[in-house]
């Protein structure tokens, strides 16, 4: 029987000044360390930002600082948007600060403005991982470095148009477009950049790129690893839950993918308690559930092909560590089209 230890309690405001600001721009102070991110993000990272491109010849120690500083918050910064596109954090005179965040700061930390929405809330949750999503991992042999390599190349030239495609099939022309109309200005920004301000572009612009998509295909392949070829669609048997981690402190509980899946507007401060009331329901449908590992590290054990670990870690099947291997193991099939 495995104790849930992460964050059921949100951050509180330390001072009057940040309990007002809270108060007056959020429609719930549960999500007060949204304004801590943005605040870290607009204080210290944007400066880094204008100071390199302002500078004839930025020097290439100022830009891996701008690196070390993104990728302090990276993790934070992403889960911030997760939530902000989930459901309305700010109260409406302030929903600028959604239009600044995804215009000015997601760039800075390799996103592109309205990508991320379309394919996520577009794409994703409605196909729940299955065949028509742009980014589903069930065509692929999961513990296969070479598969993935192949799903991340796609992810990096092809998946904007994949999305595209998907999006114009359900009639989304309006999110189509400006989806596209994101991307592409990023796209041209980079081109100009990197002929004008080329070391500048390329620290605080495409590097981060790079580093993001990366890292996004690495969470979504461990979040999704592990499938039921038997039912595909179910969420409890598509997805995994990781649970007490430092990941999860830092990045609003995001390990509970499975409760994310089931409740994708469920507040990040609830999802414990979720899994809390369910677990006879997680047991019964047989949920992958890990503990002190995160999507990330479960993706290195799998190219790794070490599913000793992933057995140590596993906390929802016990009994003997090579039974636990071998079922693991049937969920990483890869299922074709139909």
């Given at each position: 029987m495995?104790?849930?230890?992460?964050?059921?309690?949100a951050?509180?405001?330390?001072?009057?000044?940040?309990?007002?600001?809270?108060?007056?721009?959020?429609?719930?102070?549960?999500?007060f360390?949204?304004?801590?991110?943005?605040t870290?993000?607009?204080?210290?990272l944007?400066?880094?930002?204008?100071?390199?491109?302002?500078?004839?010849?930025?020097p290439?120690?100022?830009?891996?600082?701008?690196?070390?500083?993104?990728?302090?918050?990276?993790?934070?910064?992403?889960?911030?948007?997760?939530n902000?596109?989930?459901?309305?954090?700010?109260?409406?005179?302030?929903?600028?600060?959604?239009?600044?965040?995804?215009?000015?700061?997601?760039?800075?930390?390799?996103?592109?403005?309205?990508?991320?929405?379309?394919?996520?809330?577009?794409?994703?949750?409605?196909?729940?991982?299955?065949?028509?999503?742009?980014?589903?991992?069930?065509?692929f042999?999961?513990?296969?470095?070479?598969?993935?390599?192949?799903?991340?190349?796609?992810?990096?030239?092809?998946?904007?148009?994949?999305?595209?495609?998907y999006?114009?099939?359900?009639?989304?022309?309006?999110l189509?477009?400006?989806?596209?109309?994101?991307?592409?200005?990023?796209?041209?920004?980079?081109?100009?950049?990197?002929?004008?301000?080329?070391?500048?572009?390329?620290?605080?612009?495409?590097?981060?790129?790079?580093?993001?998509?990366?890292?996004m295909?690495?969470?979504?392949?461990g979040?999704?690893?592990?499938?039921?070829?038997?039912?595909?669609?179910?969420?409890?048997?598509n997805?995994i839950?990781c649970?007490?981690?430092?990941?999860?402190?830092?990045?609003?509980?995001?390990?509970?993918?499975?409760?994310?899946?089931?409740?994708p507007?469920?507040?990040?401060?609830?999802?414990?308690?979720?899994?809390?009331?369910?677990?006879?329901?997680?047991?019964?449908e047989?949920?992958?559930?890990?503990?002190?590992?995160?999507?990330?590290?479960?993706?290195?054990?799998?190219m790794?092909h070490?599913?000793d670990?992933?057995?140590?870690?596993?906390v929802?099947?016990?009994?003997?560590?090579?039974?636990?291997?071998?079922?693991?193991?049937?969920?990483?099939?890869?299922?074709?089209?139909?």
């Amino acid at each position: 029987m495995y104790a849930i230890e992460d964050p059921v309690v949100a951050s509180q405001p330390r001072l009057g000044l940040s309990e007002r600001v809270a108060q007056t721009v959020l429609r719930n102070e549960r999500d007060f360390d949204f304004l801590v991110v943005l605040t870290t993000a607009s204080v210290f990272l944007l400066p880094i930002a204008v100071v390199m491109f302002a500078l004839p010849n930025p020097p290439w120690w100022l830009g891996v600082i701008h690196l070390v500083v993104m990728l302090n918050i990276l993790d934070r910064f992403i889960l911030m948007n997760h939530n902000m596109i989930h459901y309305p954090v700010f109260k409406k005179e302030y929903k600028w600060i959604n239009t600044y965040t995804e215009w000015v700061l997601m760039p800075l930390f390799g996103m592109t403005p309205r990508t991320y929405f379309a394919h996520h809330i577009g794409m994703h949750h409605p196909e729940n991982n299955g065949v028509l999503d742009a980014s589903s991992t069930m065509r692929f042999q999961r513990d296969n470095p070479f598969h993935f390599l192949r799903y991340l190349t796609r992810f990096y030239f092809i998946s904007i148009f994949d999305v595209a495609r998907y999006m114009m099939k359900k009639n989304r022309t309006k999110l189509t477009r400006q989806m596209l109309t994101g991307e592409l200005s990023i796209y041209a920004l980079f081109a100009v950049t990197l002929y004008f301000k080329p070391i500048a572009a390329l620290f605080v612009l495409v590097l981060p790129f790079v580093i993001t998509r990366f890292l996004m295909m690495a969470g979504n392949w461990g979040q999704h690893a592990f499938i039921d070829t038997a039912d595909p669609l179910n969420a409890y048997k598509n997805a995994i839950t990781c649970i007490n981690t430092r990941y999860n402190r830092r990045a609003f509980n995001d390990g509970y993918h499975i409760a994310h899946h089931l409740y994708p507007r469920m507040h990040w401060t609830e999802m414990p308690q979720e899994l809390e009331r369910n677990r006879k329901r997680y047991e019964e449908e047989g949920a992958i559930i890990f503990e002190k590992i995160d999507f990330f590290i479960v993706w290195l054990f799998l190219m790794l092909h070490r599913y000793d670990w992933l057995a140590k870690f596993c906390v929802s099947h016990q009994g003997d560590k090579e039974e636990v291997i071998a079922f693991l193991k049937t969920r990483l099939t890869p299922i074709r089209e139909s």
